[in-house]
């Protein structure tokens, strides 16, 4: 029922920004956490960022200053904003909504490949 869509995934120098989005349908969004999750090459799927319904974020240690997690329950999107890009964050990048009593997640995104490469 949940379905989740990322886009806005691609190429990108190393140093360069790019913001990905995830578009979420079968939800009434608002009462729900959201995550980001990321897949490297040969890695297993590792958290990057998660967002409350109240709007309170955290983040893998290292990446608060370069990542930043955001949602709009008017568009019941939420996005991830990647600046100063690493080689190091090339992998698919997965959007996750939580479970009704918020200890799990409900469902996943089918992934958007972002490539940092010069």
């Known amino acids: 029922q949940i379905h989740l869509v990322e886009s806005g995934g691609g190429l990108v120098q190393p140093g360069g920004s790019l913001r990905l989005s995830c578009a979420v349908s079968?939800?009434?969004?608002?009462?729900?956490?959201l995550a980001w999750y990321r897949q490297a090459p040969g890695r297993q799927r590792e958290w990057v960022a998660t967002?409350?319904?109240?709007?309170?974020?955290r983040y893998r240690d290292g990446l608060s200053d370069r990542f930043t997690i955001s949602r709009d329950n008017a568009k019941k999107t939420v996005d991830l904003q990647g600046t100063s890009l690493k080689t190091e964050d090339t992998a698919v990048y997965f959007c996750?909504?939580?479970?009704?009593?918020?200890?799990?997640?409900?469902?996943w995104g089918q992934g958007t490949q972002v490539t940092v490469s010069s």
């Open positions: 967002i409350t319904p109240s709007g309170t974020t």
């Open positions: 079968g939800s009434d969004f608002g009462p729900y956490g």
């Open positions: 996750a909504h939580a479970t009704a009593d918020g200890d799990n997640w409900a469902a």
